[in-house]
């Protein structure tokens, strides 16, 4: 299983960027996927997660109401649609998948992408 990110970028607040989640070796409608952000010198901070039946949890207050998770299976593909993005919404963002559920614990995921940065300046 292989999962890349993509769509990251330099913006300006208020401005948005959608994500992508890319699985390929194996069929993404089997798997529950999980955004993650990095926080320096702490475990990655659980941004919120969709799972196989296309229910999401959002996991972060600050978050609400501006960013969503869909996925589409036939593109093998999640997407974090990010609006509204503001200056500590930088960071770099990562997708990871697990069969068995949703989660806000980076280590129920097995698998992970390699990360895709947002920077929110102006």
Not at 83 to 93: A, F, G, Q, S, V
Request: charged share 15%; glycine share 12%; hydrophobic share 30%.
């Amino acid at each position: 299983l292989e999962l890349v990110e993509s769509g990251g970028g330099l913006v300006q607040p208020g401005e948005s960027l959608r994500l992508s989640c890319t699985l390929s070796g194996f069929p993404l409608e089997i798997y529950n996927i999980g955004w993650f952000r990095h926080v320096p010198g702490k475990e990655h901070e659980a941004v919120g997660c969709i799972n196989k039946s296309g229910s999401t949890s959002v996991y972060l207050p600050s978050i609400e109401g501006r960013f969503t998770l869909s996925r589409d299976n036939a593109k093998n593909t999640v997407y974090l649609q990010m609006n509204n993005l503001k200056p500590e919404d930088t960071t770099t963002y990562y997708c990871a998948a697990d069969l068995a559920g949703c989660s806000a614990s980076q280590w129920d995921f097995g698998s992970w992408g390699q990360g895709t940065r947002v920077t929110v300046s102006s």
